[in-house]
């Protein structure tokens, strides 16, 4: 975007960046909400839920399966590589916090970061008492088409991702929340507002007193709680954004 200039940061500011599904589109990940996206052709309920899992889980898995696979065959793009070199200028003054499952931050070179929804490329068992077992993704089992099992006990696995109704994970949600409460700046890429307590999070940085910012390609459903808003694809307008060489 041309009209986006560089942002600048004081050595006080402490910033929380927040992304979802539209950092990843321009890597060829479908997003969920938009025209095209994966909600358009799935239930969200039925595939995103416990109770779909418990319901089917050979069809959740074949679209867990699908993902996996479309995901492992892209690679990071502008908007990923603008965060690394983001974390680079601001160190501990940083803190990544994603939504997005397919682990492309990780791969560009992001440290300082918080997956609240989970890994595409990690599965759990589901059987109490082997509950949280993590099933590695290079298991041979977890290749079997469909439904991979837990190498410890034989139960189910199914895929560590966070569902509907499902509580995040506490340590993780905790970092996210101390952060937030002492950040002086708040990013939001990406990302549509309408889950929660992602799309919460704008509100309370905002209401700790932080200057929030939100990258999107449409307006988001939390758009009141931003102060300023840079219409745009992340790929174009993240390079230019966290540009250290005029700030
Ligand atoms: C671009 C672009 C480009 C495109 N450049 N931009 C408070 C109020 C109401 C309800 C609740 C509430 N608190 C909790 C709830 C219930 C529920 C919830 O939020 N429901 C809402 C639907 C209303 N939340 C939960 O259940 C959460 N658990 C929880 O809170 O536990 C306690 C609790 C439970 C029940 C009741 C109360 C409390 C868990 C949420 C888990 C979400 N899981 C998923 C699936 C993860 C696994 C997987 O990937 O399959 O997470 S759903 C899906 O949505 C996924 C995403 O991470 C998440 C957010 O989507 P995201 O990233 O925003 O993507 P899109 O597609 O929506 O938007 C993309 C945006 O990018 C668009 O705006 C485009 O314009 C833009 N874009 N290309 C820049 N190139």
Redesign the pocket.
């Known amino acids: 975007m041309s009209s986006t200039r560089p942002m600048t940061f004081s050595r006080t500011d402490f910033v929380v960046v927040l992304t979802?599904?539209?950092?990843s589109?321009?890597s060829g990940i479908q997003?969920?909400?938009?025209a095209g996206?994966?909600?358009e052709e799935h239930d969200?309920y039925e595939?995103?839920s416990p109770e779909g899992f418990r319901r089917d889980p050979r069809k959740v898995w074949r679209f867990?399966a699908a993902?996996r696979d479309q995901a492992k065959d892209c690679h990071p793009n502008p908007?990923h590589r603008a965060l690394v070199a983001l974390e680079q200028r601001l160190g501990d003054r940083l803190l990544l916090v994603t939504?997005?499952?397919d682990g492309l931050h990780r791969r560009a070179g992001s440290t300082r970061i918080v997956e609240m929804?989970?890994n595409?490329f990690r599965s759990k068992c589901t059987a109490i008492g082997c509950d949280g077992y993590h099933v590695p993704w290079d298991d041979p089992k977890s290749h079997e088409p469909e439904m991979p099992v837990c190498p410890h006990c034989g139960s189910l696995a199914r895929?560590d991702?966070?569902?509907?109704?499902?509580?995040?994970n506490r340590r993780d949600l905790r970092t996210v929340e101390d952060a937030v409460q002492r950040c002086t700046v708040f990013v939001a890429?990406?990302?549509?507002?309408?889950?929660?307590?992602?799309?919460?999070l704008a509100h309370a940085a905002r209401r700790a007193g932080a200057r929030t910012v939100l990258?999107?390609?449409?307006p988001?459903e939390n758009l009141g709680e931003f102060d300023i808003f840079l219409q745009?694809?992340?790929?174009e307008?993240l390079p230019v954004l966290f540009d250290a060489s005029d700030a």
């Open positions: 979802g599904a539209g950092v589109a321009e997003t969920f909400r938009d996206g994966l909600w969200i595939i995103a867990y993902r908007a939504q997005n499952v929804h989970g595409l895929p991702v966070v569902w509907f109704g499902e509580l995040l890429i990406g990302t549509s507002g309408a889950v929660y307590p992602a799309a919460g990258v999107n390609k449409d988001a745009g694809k992340a790929g307008t």
